[in-house]
Nanobody
């Protein structure tokens, strides 16, 4: 059974940092693009960051560039999102996702991602 489980969310003050983790199991994810999306109340799901299976290429949403960093450990089947200089507008449920198709470039559309976690809540207070 394929499963993605996020952890690390919580309540933080503006300007603070959090590190999200996602544990993937049930199959090999080494070739997958692993990414993070978020959904704030009343808003559409938003692409946050992703990294190709090779571990080299990354992509970030415009609103998080320069503040968030994605990384992965293919041995442990883990993907991480380091979030710095958090803002109240970063408040959302954050989802880990996997795109299982081998690609040369990152696809930022959510429809490409087949496997999803249940989400972890991040709340940034002002």
């Amino acid at each position: 059974q394929v499963e993605l489980v996020e952890s690390g969310g919580g309540l933080v003050q503006a300007g603070g940092s959090l590190r999200l983790s996602c544990a993937a199991s049930g199959r090999s994810f080494g070739s997958d693009t692993l990414g993070w999306f978020r959904r704030a109340p009343g808003k559409d799901r938003e692409f946050v960051a992703a990294m190709l299976g090779s571990g080299g290429s990354t992509a970030y949403g415009d609103s998080v560039k320069g503040r968030f960093t994605i990384s992965r450990d293919n041995v442990k089947n883990m993907v991480y999102l380091q979030m710095n200089t958090l803002k109240p507008e970063d408040t959302a449920t954050y989802y880990c996702a996997a795109d299982p198709y081998v690609r040369r470039t990152i696809v930022t559309g959510a429809s490409a991602y087949v496997y999803w976690g249940q989400g972890t809540q991040v709340t940034v207070s002002s």
